[in-house]
């Protein structure tokens, strides 16, 4: 009887935690949220642990994030190698975005390093500072996908992160990189003139 009770206490406790997705909700000021950091999340583990909370940006530099929030012991990145589907636009909390029309060419990483992962069934917060407002984006945790069809910012459906104007989304040139672009337009006309006049 004594083991029968332990184990009908066991399916109470972990009962609302089976099958049930990880949870990412979106509380930032920039948002309109109650959270000072102008973008803040809410990660809930679902029925595994999380080690990974992967948010879309159209913001690709690094130095425009600060006031970082995430565990110990986990790392920040801005990633560049694979896309999220996007809005170009910012949902209010709570309604449906008309999105995705587009992706956005970086997403934010925030990964487990030597930390601990987030338990199941377990929340912690994650934030940081950027001067840039915000649109609709897809979101990842541990293969959890983004639900386009949920309500933005409340758990299952998109979130807000960064939308910079389009000349900062890409990273700009260095001074060597503008000279050497002047040089390849000046040489390639030089080129073209001369052949014009030798064919002339």
């Known amino acids: 009887m004594k083991k029968i009770f332990i184990l009908f206490l066991a399916l109470a406790f972990c009962a609302p935690v089976w099958g049930q997705n990880a949870t990412v909700v979106c509380n930032g000021a920039e948002s309109g ?69 587009g992706t956005c060419p970086y997403y934010i990483s925030f990964t487990v390093n030597g930390g601990a992962p987030i338990g199941a069934g377990n929340t912690f917060a994650f934030g940081f500072d950027n001067p840039h407002p915000s649109h609709d984006v897809a979101w990842d945790v541990d293969g959890t996908p983004t639900n386009w069809g949920a309500p933005v910012g409340e758990g ?34 030089v080129v073209v003139w001369r052949r014009q006049r030798v064919s002339a």
């Open 33 to 101: 949220g109650t959270d000072p950091l102008d973008y803040a999340y809410e990660l809930t583990a679902g029925a595994v642990e999380a080690t990974h909370l992967f948010v879309g940006t159209c913001d690709g530099n690094p130095a425009n994030y600060t006031n970082i929030r995430m565990p110990a012991n986990w790392d920040f990145q801005i990633v560049t190698d694979e896309v999220y589907d996007h809005f170009d636009s910012k949902t209010p909390h709570g309604q449906i975005s008309p999105g995705p029309n």
């Open 156 to 189: 299952e459906g998109p979130i807000h992160a960064p939308d910079p104007p389009l000349k900062e989304r890409v990273p700009s040139m260095t001074n060597y990189g503008l000279i050497a672009l002047l040089a390849l337009i000046i040489l390639t006309t």
